[in-house]
């Protein structure tokens, strides 16, 4: 299955428990569900603060534990970043990060979120996704 969407997922805290610079236990299911999105096309960027040698650690983990990158740190693969003429923002279809508002919510729900396509808004201080709201009735001149 081709898909041309890109999922941009961040490393400490996400895909393993955060122990920066140490490299935590992967988080339940991660590895499992980034495979998954993986066989179905979604392209997957490693977004993430690491850099140098600590980047290269955790590259290594995810590749020891089957997920190769479409890209890190970056759009696409081979993109060099001019701060002159590029905007730091990735280009992606979904950024997946533990600091999310409303926080992370594990990967069995990442993956229903991204199959489902779940939105969500905000109401004080619960994210509510709109696929599990109340829909109210509107109340206008023809209804």
């Excluded at 935590?24 to 490693?46: D, H, M, N, S, V």
Aim: charged share 30%.
């Amino acid at each position: 299955m081709m898909n041309n969407k890109k999922i941009a997922v961040d490393f400490d805290g996400t895909i393993v428990d955060d122990a920066y610079p140490a490299i935590g236990k992967p988080k339940i299911f991660a590895f499992e569900t980034l495979k998954k999105l993986q066989a179905q096309g979604y392209r997957l960027i490693l977004w993430t603060y690491r850099h140098g040698p600590a980047l290269d650690e955790a590259v290594e983990f995810c590749r020891k534990n089957g997920i190769e990158f479409y890209a890190i740190n970056s759009s696409f693969e081979g993109e060099v970043f001019d701060p002159e003429t590029q905007s730091r923002k990735l280009d992606a279809d979904w950024f997946i990060d533990d600091r999310n508002l409303g926080g992370f919510p594990g990967w069995g729900e990442i993956y229903n979120i991204i199959q489902e396509r779940i939105e969500f808004r905000v109401e004080g201080k619960e994210v509510l996704a709109y696929s599990k709201l109340k829909k109210e009735k509107k109340k206008g001149l023809f209804w």
